[in-house]
Each structure stands twice: as C-alpha cells, then as structure tokens.
C-alpha cells in the first residue's frame, strides 16, 4: 500500500513536470522566434492584438526588467548569477520532488535565459508587447514574472499556514 502511494505521488510529480516543462518550451519557443524574426530585420506588422491596450511593438531593452537601469556590461553577469543561484535552488527542489517550486524555478530560469541569449547576441533585449499603460515586455518576462509570482505564493501560502 505504502509502495503504491509512493508510486502514485511519483506519477503526480512527473505529469505535472512533464505539463509545465511542455509550456516552458512552447513559450521559449514563441519567444525566441519573435525575436529572431524582428533581429533579422524581416518587417513586423505593429498594432493591436487583443485590444487597443495590447499592441505588437518591437523595441530594444538596454536595461533590466521593467526599465530599471544598470550598467550594460554588467547586466549579463547578474543575470547569470541569478540564474546559477536559482539553479541550485530548482536541483533541491527536484530532489524533493517539489512540483510547483520546480516549476516557478524553471519558468524563471529559462526565461532569464532567453533574455540573456539576446544580451549575449545583440547587447540589448528585444521586446515586443506593449501594455499602454505599464509597459514594453517580451515572452520570456512573462515567464520570469509568472515564476516569481509562483514563488511569492508559495511563500505566502507557507507563512499563512504558520500563522494559523
């Protein structure tokens, strides 16, 4: 019985990789062609999307997240840094078999990654979604930002159940 549990939590552990692993690729996927078609220089259509909120506007990103700027010859290094030390993070929690913290880990990783890709190729990061309101963001920073959200839940919901 007790095997069979254990069986059942390793099946659970290994579909819900196999799911967010299979989003991760699709979206890297989408992200990296995006950009190389419009590093390319092949014509990008502008314009709306979804809404006249969300429009398609490529532009370059010499900063980091959100506009926040650093030093350009420094940016990649952070970046790695980040991501070697996420890495670590992401192999613990592998080996514990933590679904939702590998996932938002890999979300995370991955999409730093494919920023870092740009940097390390044309100094800059491409963007392309344009919120009119907010602003100018790519696939990958979505991935990033819905990681750390993932991570700020958990650890939201950890602290809510210490406190009860």
Known sequence: ????????????????????YLVTLATVTADRLVKDT???GTPAPS????S???????????????????????????????????GRWWWDAFRQRFAWLTTALSFTIIGAGSNLVDRIRWGV???YLDVTF???FNLA?????????????RELARWWRKKR
């Open 38 to 40: 419009i590093a390319t």
């Open 1 to 20: 019985m007790q095997e069979e549990t254990q069986r059942r939590g390793e099946l659970r552990f290994a579909t819900a990789l196999v799911a967010a």
């Open 47 to 50: 314009g709306v999307i979804f």
């Open 125 to 127: 990061v491409v963007d």
């Open 134 to 136: 907010f602003t100018v």
């Open 52 to 86: 006249p909120w969300l429009q398609f506007h490529p532009t370059v990103n010499p900063h980091l997240a959100y506009g926040i700027p650093f030093p350009p010859g420094l940016a990649p290094w952070l970046t790695l840094l980040v991501m070697f030390a996420f």
């Open 141 to 153: 920073d979505v991935m990033i930002s819905v990681g750390v959200g993932m991570l700020l839940l």
